[in-house]
């Protein structure tokens, strides 16, 4: 499992670090789609498994134009879209007329898992927008914090961080991925070019985001466990060997994009120039 983990890694990392890095826009929000359009078949499929309902078809539509606004940096389409969701898949579920009374199950679960993904993926398609540097930032935070927490609780990990939702996560791996985020936080932030002020206060700003992206990123992670927890299955696919499904491995991103996205938007001093 381990070493299945870690060669899925070394070959997907620098393939999407050389798209990040030297790609173009599009070719980027291509990317963010496809892989967050099979995270939210994953997670419909999550929804099914509770007997509910799950318009694919439509949900994936909606997705795809959160995905398109983001793209387009249109904030009124971004609305438009959101509020379709709201508004469309609650309407398709009652025209669905199921025998069961699951409407609620159903409208709330497909309309929030087309909201929860698609404005992670937007929001990672927004940050590649302001700068590649602050994708690499998130990427390596959360890429660092995951390793370190796993390897960390594998090795000391003894206090569970919540024996019911996570019975693998510890306090110990918590407490590994906190420290790597903030180093790597640090080391980011003074190593990647055009990130504003000196080299020391770059690398203190880049610790205390990095620390606290890591704690987001845990929360993320933990809230994804809680989705597969209630439908009582352990991975939401098995599409990525040793990792499991793709929603299980972008839980963390989808979770922490939108919060980074939004401190740089209310601190723009912070954003790369």
Same mark, same amino acid.
């Given at each position: ?8 890694? /070394? ?6 670090? %050389? ?23 994953? #997670?419909? %499929? ?16 909606? !997705? ?47 309309? #929030? ?8 993926? /937007? ?13 690499? #930032? ?35 791996? !918590? ?8 180093? #790597? ?26 620390? !606290? ?13 809680? !989705? ?46």
């Amino acid at each position: 499992m381990r070493r299945t983990r870690e060669l899925t890694a /070394a070959v997907l990392i620098p393939l999407v670090l %050389s798209l990040l890095v030297w790609g173009p826009l599009w070719s980027w929000a291509l990317l963010v789609g496809l892989a967050c359009g099979a995270a939210l078949w994953e #997670f419909q %499929s999550l929804v099914r498994a509770s007997g509910w309902l799950a318009p694919r078809a439509l949900s994936l539509v909606l !997705f795809a134009a959160l995905l398109g606004a983001a793209y387009l940096g249109s904030a009124p389409l971004l609305v438009a879209a959101a509020g379709a969701a709201v508004v469309a898949i609650p309407t398709l579920v009652l025209l669905a007329a199921p025998k069961e009374p699951v409407w609620l199950g159903s409208a709330a679960g497909t309309t #929030f898992a087309t909201l929860y993904v698609g404005a992670g993926g /937007a929001a990672v398609i927004a940050l590649r927008g302001i700068g590649w540097e602050t994708v690499l #930032f998130l990427l390596g935070i959360v890429w660092a914090g995951d390793s370190a927490a796993y390897y960390v609780g594998s090795k000391l990990g003894k206090r569970r961080l919540a024996p019911v939702v996570s019975p693998k996560k510890s306090w110990e791996g !918590f407490w590994g991925q906190i420290v790597a985020g903030a180093v #790597f936080g640090a080391l980011l932030a003074v190593v990647l070019p055009r990130v504003p002020g000196t080299l020391v206060v770059a690398a203190a700003i880049g610790a205390l985001l990095g620390a !606290f992206m890591s704690v987001v990123a845990v929360v993320g992670d933990l809230v994804e466990s809680t !989705f597969k927890r209630s439908c009582a299955v352990k991975d939401s696919g098995g599409l990525l060997p040793g990792h499991g499904g793709l929603l299980d491995r972008l839980d963390s991103l989808l979770y922490a994009s939108p919060v980074l996205y939004g401190i740089l938007t209310l601190l723009p001093e912070l954003r790369p120039r």
